[in-house]
């Protein structure tokens, strides 16, 4: 059973991969919303830290949303979508699948670029690991819960702006705890639970919203 | 479907469901309006001034009914939405999609209230507290519920979408209660469902009940009526529509239109799915 995933997988790697602006604009995406911030709000090497964590945490979970925009968009739109449906494999597991692939090759970037950003921003040393590892466990939840969005809003009028309406609220949580990891990494406080927190969060979604994103896709293509 | 035995499943069927409310809403409106005028003048006249903030906190009796309102809409909202999804009652999906407006209409109003005793007690109408945030919060998933609804063409289908969504929102309300409880919070602690007893006067206590109960019997009534107005507006020609319309609904027709809606939802087992 795993065969035919693993070879899904594969597929739109290399469709990602193919494609190579996608990754690059959503990659420049991130580091333009972050480069907003020091423009915004002024040079001042203290001011900016204390906005860190908050700054490339927002601009990786609009990255995130935008780069979910078109997930099963065209798929859907030529027919692979209806075939995967069809497939004896569960509609489940081809979406986890789906959502695996993208977000090694649009979310993963983004946490290996993090420390970078988070150090000209300000952040030192523990807390830019901090960062990453609050990232690594929170983009893939970001990518689980936008995935249900994309899914809902597939084919539906002003399906982007719908779907940041319909998703942000629920980046809510993932949110609090990834900044706020860092932030316990700033004040020197222990950041563990935070991110062990992070971690259960992800414990839940990986079984639980595959489900959801299979239900999603069942009402878009009845 | 075994289920036909169920007396109270015979209003699963838009006609059924249209007369019940017609004989129930004439009943619901007066009564909230009492349950309003009593609440409001225990409120506003018997209870005792409170010894910290004075008159200001006499805006609790609109702001807590309001509060638990928001909620307990959601909660209701996902209710019918897994109902819809499981069974494929259409009447669940009408009554989803006629409370979402009153439940943002109560999250609103209590986010509204909210500031203004926020300005007397705390001295802004605003701040980034944990239990305003997360009604915020609530506001927006209800506002998604009722975007996602409206958008799609096909109204069974946008029902769908949006059934799950409210159920993906209402799994993640408490997660989202609990990490912006745990965000921040300079909120006052709580003081009605205390094991030690309410710490208020009794007056206030009991202006409390009766504006919970005005709010409840008040949203009841408006659902109901805008639920019949969605349940006409789906089924236009039908026969039974018709002659609702026109304030003629007669028993037979019912039966009749109750029956087409059991056959209609009968063929759909438990692979009605896909």
């Known amino acids: 059973m795993m065969r035919p995933l693993w070879t899904l997988l594969q597929r739109d790697i290399s469709l990602i991969v193919t494609r190579r602006q996608d990754v690059l604009t959503v990659v420049a995406f991130f580091v333009i919303v972050i480069t907003l911030f020091p423009l915004a709000i002024g040079p001042e090497p203290e001011k900016l830290r204390t906005i860190a964590p908050g700054a490339v945490w927002v601009a990786a979970a609009l990255a995130s949303l935008i780069s979910l925009d078109r997930l099963f968009a065209d798929d859907w739109r030529d027919g692979t979508l209806e075939q995967l449906a069809l497939a004896p494999q569960p509609l489940a597991l081809t979406a986890l699948a789906k959502v695996i692939a993208h977000w090694l090759s649009l979310g993963l970037p983004l946490v290996i670029l993090s420390p970078a950003l988070g150090y000209s921003l300000g952040l030192q040393g523990i807390e830019l690991a901090v960062l990453a590892a609050s990232l690594l466990l929170g983009t893939p939840i970001l990518s689980l819960l936008g995935a249900v969005g994309a899914a809902m809003t597939l084919g539906v009028r002003g399906g ?23 932030n316990e990494a700033m004040f020197a406080a222990p950041y563990q639970a935070h991110l062990s927190l992070l971690g259960a969060l992800l414990a839940v979604a990986l079984p639980l919203l595959p489900l ?10 009845d | 479907m075994k289920g036909r035995s169920i007396p109270w499943l015979k209003f699963t069927a838009p006609a059924s469901f ?3 409310a017609q004989r129930l809403v ?27 903030q004075g008159d200001a906190y006499r805006i609790l009796f609109i702001h807590v009914p309001t509060a638990w309102m928001g909620m307990l809409l959601y909660l209701l909202l996902a209710v019918y939405g897994a109902i819809f999804l499981v069974w494929r009652i259409k009447m669940a999906d009408i009554m989803a999609r006629a409370i979402a407006p009153t439940g943002a209409l109560m999250t609103f109003l209590s986010l509204w209230t909210g500031a203004l005793w926020g300005a007397p007690t705390w001295g ?27 958008a799609s063409d096909d109204r069974e289908k946008g ?15 408490p997660i989202i209660y609990f990490s912006v409880e745990w965000w921040y919070n ?38 109901l009526r805008r639920a019949q107005v969605e349940a006409l507006s789906r089924e236009p020609r039908t026969e039974w529509a018709q002659a609702a319309a026109v304030g003629r609904l007669t028993r037979d027709q019912r039966q009749r239109a109750a029956a087409d809606t059991a056959l209609d939802q009968q063929p759909l087992g438990p692979e009605g799915e896909a």
């Open chain 2, 186 to 223: 300079l909120h006052q602690g709580v003081s009605v469902m205390r094991s030690d007893g309410p710490s208020m006067a009794d007056s206030m206590v009991a202006a409390l009940l009766l504006m919970i109960a005005a709010f409840w019997i008040y949203a009841g009534a408006v659902v």
């Open chain 1, 160 to 182: 982007g702006a719908l779907m940041a309406l319909l998703i942000l609220p629920l980046y809510v949580p993932v949110l609090i705890l990834g900044a706020g990891a860092v």
């Open chain 2, 26 to 52: 004439p009943w619901l409106w007066p009564a909230a309006a009492l349950c309003a005028i009593a609440g409001l003048y225990m409120g506003f006249f018997v209870a005792p001034p409170d010894h910290q």
């Open chain 2, 18 to 20: 249209y007369a019940l």
């Open chain 1, 212 to 221: 959801a994103i299979a239900g999603a896709l069942r009402i878009t293509l």
């Open chain 2, 124 to 150: 802004t109408f605003w701040v980034w507290d944990a239990r305003l945030t997360s009604t915020l919060i609530l506001l927006f998933l209800f506002l998604g519920y009722m975007a996602l609804h409206a």
């Open chain 2, 159 to 173: 029902g769908r979408a949006a059934s799950l969504l409210a159920i993906v929102g209402a799994v993640n309300v």
